[in-house]
């Protein structure tokens, strides 16, 4: 069976991204082509979108979406169709998708239920050309209206809502109902309703027909109160439609053999590899460095445990490792990112920023990966760093521990391990997988049979696209 889903989503590589979101939406259509699924993405045309998009024709307009004027723009990029909703109103603004400098936007509620509503709206009608969605696939609290629109429509398509991170809900005040085009019917707990106000978030959960997580053990965590950050109950009450599919990575942009942005190399000629790590100490503008030298890409934020890292790391500088950061978020984990690099001349290189290109040299030049988040619904780090031969250190929540595995005495003895594990997630416990790993690292034999693990595991996307069309496949047949 195959058929047409429309996904929603506020993030799209290569249109645009702030997290591993992105990744995942931009990668799916290519993913479900092969297996006869046609899909297409719906995304707000921000400033610069609309350029993008190659063959772009209008399909869709409307005189009044949310306070102004609207229309749907069908155009290509990468190899699959996007549907660009064009409202000038809610998205030409400066500044990133859901924020300027000054903080978020505070009609974002407003603004993503406009973007689910016209979902609905195609599910319900279809196009200007006759294109109807068969099924609707809602990512994150952005498209979470999007299933609700359905179910208090009785549109009658089935939806999937996907959790990539639940710490993201989008909240707003009970008295904006109306104008989120919600029934009355709606504000109750079986709803939209959530502890007084709105959620897009669970509004999405309690109204699709299926939800997912992008990893198994993250499906499991949801519904602890630990990661389920107050919708665990929620979660746990749908548990029967509930199921984790691990992202895959991009197997022909994560490629170290053809990559150009770096010097190329496999796991049969891993030798290859120093060169780059050579490069990389060169452009952070560090000596040489004689044990592992890590690297860490990622939001600094509290919750990629970055406050864990200045104690965590200490003795492992100190025993002769280096450290390789990028990374932009918070100031105050900014700040700390400096502190250690002035405390660590030399053996510290910090980049504060977004930057794809250096993210590929550090994958290629370093050692190891540090991932030591307190929460990671699936995480993308860790598997580059597999396939480039960055070994993972890793803390075991979530879609980490689903990915890699971990050393132990019977990991190796067996040839499975392809990185370190850690528990609890706190700095003493990271500086022990440190430690754990300088000593693997100071194996050559056993160091390079871990990478090549690592390098060749299947991390594409091939077996978690039967999965989602293993899913609508089950929806469409009721
Ligand atoms: P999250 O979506 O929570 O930020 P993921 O690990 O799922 O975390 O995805 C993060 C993605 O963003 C990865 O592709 C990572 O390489 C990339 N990334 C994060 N920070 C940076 C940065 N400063 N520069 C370049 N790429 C980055």
Redo the contacts with the bound molecule.
């Keep these: 069976m195959a058929g047409r889903v429309l996904s929603v989503a506020s993030e799209c590589v290569p249109l645009v991204?702030?997290?591993?979101?992105a990744?995942v939406v931009g990668a799916l259509p290519g993913a479900l082509a092969p297996l006869g699924w046609q899909m297409r993405v719906l995304l707000p045309a921000y400033p610069g979108v609309l350029a993008k998009l190659a063959r772009a024709r209008e399909v869709w307009a409307a005189n009044d979406l949310f306070g102004g004027p609207a229309r749907v723009v069908l155009g290509e990029v990468a190899g699959f169709e996007v549907l660009a909703l064009d409202a000038a109103h809610l998205f030409a603004r400066l500044g990133g998708p859901y924020s300027d400098g000054s903080g978020d936007f505070r009609d974002n509620p407003e603004r993503f239920a406009a973007l689910s509503w016209v979902a609905a709206e195609l599910a319900r009608v279809g196009d200007g050309e006759g294109w109807r969605p068969d099924i609707v696939h809602a990512h994150d609290w952005q498209g979470g209206f999007a299933p609700a629109y359905l179910r208090y429509g009785e549109v009658g398509v089935p939806s999937v809502m996907t959790v990539?991170?639940i710490a993201f809900q989008g909240i707003a005040g009970a008295e904006r109902l109306g104008a989120l085009r919600l029934p009355a019917a709606a504000f109750s707990p079986d709803g939209v309703e959530y502890w007084g106000n709105i959620s897009a978030l669970k509004a999405g959960l309690v109204a699709a027909d299926a939800i997912t997580t992008v990893s198994p053990r993250y499906a499991d965590e949801l519904m602890r109160p630990e990661f389920g950050l107050g919708l665990e109950g929620v979660i746990a009450a749908r548990a029967g439609v509930v199921q984790g599919i691990l992202?895959g990575i991009d197997d022909a942009l994560w490629n170290p053999e053809a990559d150009p942005a770096i010097v190329p190399y496999s796991a049969r000629a891993i030798a290859g590899k120093a060169r780059n790590r050579a490069r990389l100490l060169a452009e952070f503008g560090l000596g040489e460095v004689a044990g592992p030298l890590a690297i860490l890409?990622?939001?600094l934020t509290h919750?990629?445990g970055i406050d864990l890292v200045p104690e965590g790391v200490a003795a492992f500088l100190d025993h002769g490792a280096g450290l390789c950061v990028?990374?932009?978020g918070e100031p105050w984990a900014e700040a700390a990112m400096r502190a250690l690099g002035a405390r660590y001349p030399g053996r510290v290189g910090l980049r504060i920023?977004?930057?794809?290109a250096?993210?590929h040299r550090m994958f290629a030049g370093g050692d190891a990966v540090l991932v030591p988040s307190r929460f990671?619904?699936?995480?993308?780090?860790q598997m580059?760093g597999l396939r480039y031969g960055a070994v993972p250190v890793v803390a075991a929540v979530g879609g980490l521990a689903d990915t890699v595995i971990g050393a132990s005495p019977a990991s190796l003895a067996a040839g499975a391990a392809t990185g370190v594990v850690f528990h609890p997630v706190d700095a003493l416990a990271l500086a022990q997988g440190l430690r754990k790993l300088a000593t693997l690292y100071a194996d050559r034999a056993q160091w390079g049979a871990m990478q090549r693990r690592g390098m060749k595991a299947d991390l594409g996307w091939g077996a978690s696209a039967a999965r989602y069309a293993a899913l609508y496949e089950g929806l469409l047949r009721g």
């Design positions: 991204k702030t997290g591993g979101l990744d990539h991170n992202n890409v990622s939001r919750q990629k990028l990374g932009a920023g977004y930057d794809e250096l993210s990671e619904p699936c995480g993308l780090t580059m």
